[in-house]
């Protein structure tokens, strides 16, 4: 197997199928990659929904797992603990990818490298461009320089910032970079500042009883979510 695609799944019924339906459109031979999907604590009917779509698509490797991780973080550790590609790509169960190629271009981008970094991205709100974070959806790693690497699943927010930066600072890390825009992402603006607050105000309390936070730092923030960290440290 050359790539395995990971996605976590956590109620999304609504929105699984626009996300596997631009998998399934990928131009890349179908017998050369897998997708695993990672139902975690799903209370929605995500899984019919997934059962469904395969059953008209069974030319798709997809590989339904479930855990109760509460976390996307814990869920993609499922995934990396089971994927057999060479090659690993992280798509949130929201978004979807743009381009028909885009495994193609990344695999063909990774030759002679272990990783790639994607540029740019589409998105359907200008306040969730993150071309200029270190974005996990951006990038495209070999398994060989994950390795044991994995997500800390304690973090709620951020984990993938912090999963992507320790990728990045391994001593053989090399990175291709692509301009074209494989990835859109679907942004909610209040769902996220809310979501930060929720942590917020968690870490807060967990401080008081000497507890870690459940989220870190990001060197990157957009203006307005910085105001609500503000609000709540």
Known sequence: MIISIIVPVHNLENQITACLDSIYSQTFDKSNFEVLLILDSVTDNSESV???????RSDLNLRLLHTDCHSPGGARNVGLDNAS?????????DDYL????????????VQGHNAV???THGVNDARGNF?????????????????DTRFREELIIN????????????PEYDEARLNTPLYFYNYDFKRMTDRISRVLQISRERKKQGLSSVYVEDEFYPERLNEVKKRFL
């Open 85 to 93: 590609g060479q090659y690993i790509a992280f798509v949130d169960g």
């Open 50 to 56: 997934i059962k469904q779509w395969h059953a008209t």
């Open 131 to 147: 071309s200029q974070r270190i974005t996990l959806w951006l990038h495209f790693f070999s398994k060989r320089l994950i390795g």
């Open 159 to 170: 984990e993938d910032f912090d999963f992507t930066k320790r990728i990045r600072s391994k």
């Open 98 to 109: 743009l381009n028909d190629g885009a495994l193609n271009l990344l695999y063909n981008a």
């Open 117 to 119: 970094r994607v540029m």
